[in-house]
């Protein structure tokens, strides 16, 4: 049954429901149809997966572990919490799943470079990762705002031998990376991937980076099941484009087990303030793709905020979209305070710090925890938190345990 719903959607057009599918320009109809051929054909190939499988043990350190957090359980006097450890992933986030597999996909087809945007950098290190391994050229797009703010992660692209192009316009994060990436990638679809950092953009990279992500699911499923012999309650992870969400529920999609996706609500409701697309957007094409949106009053993307880098992108993936409408997921928020607030209880009850993106599915966790105190929660860890402490620890002093 799990089966059936992964291999249906997306329908062979792309489409999740009415969201997902392919608006892009003429010029890349054929190269985003070629990767999309391969795809297909590397999906069922026997030797492609036995590479995939043996880089993931031996290179990148899967299966990850799951952890209980018992500490930090009994501080939310309730629920019991249960983290899939992404964090320990190689280069530390969920990232490195989609990208060596991406990767791959381009070696495949002979392809000499890869390119992409990063938000946090995270993608971008996992890219240059992969390319490295590879023997391949990469290039990370990459907004000034977060250059600055994301400065660790931009010294790792370079050391692994990427070139990190700025991008100058605009808000000067994400938004303006993609589109930076794409005009770049036209004119040299011919020899290069552009490897999306989510479950985004044009069919068929939501669903291959859904497919690549799906290790984490499956992973978590048995190893939770082994280790309490029974299925989460719930499964709870932050969305940015949705790739570690989509990743952790595709191993639960046809269980009982609710599954929920939190947006970062940034410093308030309104426009610009916040990046919770699925909470406050509607229906538009961007990026490629039909999804829910963040328009502003002319129709175009909104600008988003929010204090982890990573997630504030004013598009979802479509699969998020649809599994949201036909009412499969639950969809919530967390603001900047409490996030950082989950950023130090974890580091302090745990000895984990996590990413802030990911601080915000701990907050999210650890008020079900409160509600619920009966249920276990399933939350997937997707980054550490290296990146942020410099930012965090100056903007947000380091509270006393309490
Ligand atoms: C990039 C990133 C995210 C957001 O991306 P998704 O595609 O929504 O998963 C979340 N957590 C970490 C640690 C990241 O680096």
């Known amino acids: 049954m799990n089966k059936s719903y992964l291999e249906s959607n997306p329908d062979e057009n792309g489409y999740f429901g009415r969201f997902g599918g392919a608006y892009i320009p003429p010029q890349l109809e054929k190269p985003i149809q070629e990767i999309s051929e391969a795809y297909d054909e590397l999906s069922k190939s026997f030797d492609f997966l036995d590479e995939l499988k043996k880089i993931r043990k031996h290179y990148q350190g899967r299966p990850t572990p799951i952890y209980y957090a018992r500490n930090l359980s009994k501080y939310c006097g309730g629920g019991q919490i249960y983290l899939k450890r992404e964090d320990l992933n190689h280069t530390g986030a969920h990232k490195l799943n989609h990208c060596m597999a991406e990767a791959l996909v381009a070696k495949h087809l002979g ?30 797009y990459m907004g000034e705002v977060d250059i600055e703010k994301e400065h660790p992660n931009v010294v790792r692209m370079k050391i692994l031998g990427a070139k990190v192009v700025p991008v100058t316009h605009g808000l000067k994060t994400l938004k303006e990376a993609v589109d930076s990436c794409f005009e770049a990638y036209v004119p040299q679809a011919d020899t290069a991937l552009y490897a999306i950092g989510s479950v985004v953009g044009p069919h068929p990279f939501p669903k291959m980076v859904r497919d690549f992500q799906s290790v984490v699911g499956k992973e978590a499923k048995e190893q939770f099941l082994d280790m309490t012999g029974k299925l989460p309650d719930n499964c709870v992870a932050c969305i940015g484009g949705g790739s570690n969400a989509i990743g952790l529920f595709s191993g639960f999609i046809n269980d009982p087990v609710k599954l ?47 204090v982890a880098s990573g997630i504030d992108y004013p598009s979802v993936g479509p699969e998020h979209a649809h599994l949201r409408e036909i009412g499969r997921t639950i969809v919530g928020t967390i603001d900047d305070d409490e996030a950082i607030d989950a950023f130090y209880k974890l580091s302090q009850y745990e000895g984990i710090i996590p990413a802030l993106e990911s601080a915000h599915a701990v907050a999210y966790a650890m008020k079900l925890a409160r509600e619920n105190p009966k249920e276990s929660i399933l939350i997937n860890l997707s980054g550490r938190g290296d990146k942020d402490i410099d930012f965090v620890v100056e903007k947000y002093p380091i509270p006393k345990k309490v």
Do not use: R
């Open 111 to 140: 392809k000499t470079k890869l390119m992409a945007e990063t938000g946090a950098g995270q993608h971008g290190v996992a890219l240059a990762t992969a390319a490295a391994y590879f023997g391949l050229e990469c290039e990370i």
């Open 260 to 306: 929920h996706g939190v947006e970062p609500l940034g410093v308030g409701t309104k426009l610009g303030q916040h990046s919770a697309t699925l909470t406050y957007g509607e229906e538009g094409v961007m990026h490629g793709f039909n999804s829910i949106m963040l328009k502003d009053e002319n129709g175009e993307p909104a600008p988003v905020y929010s």
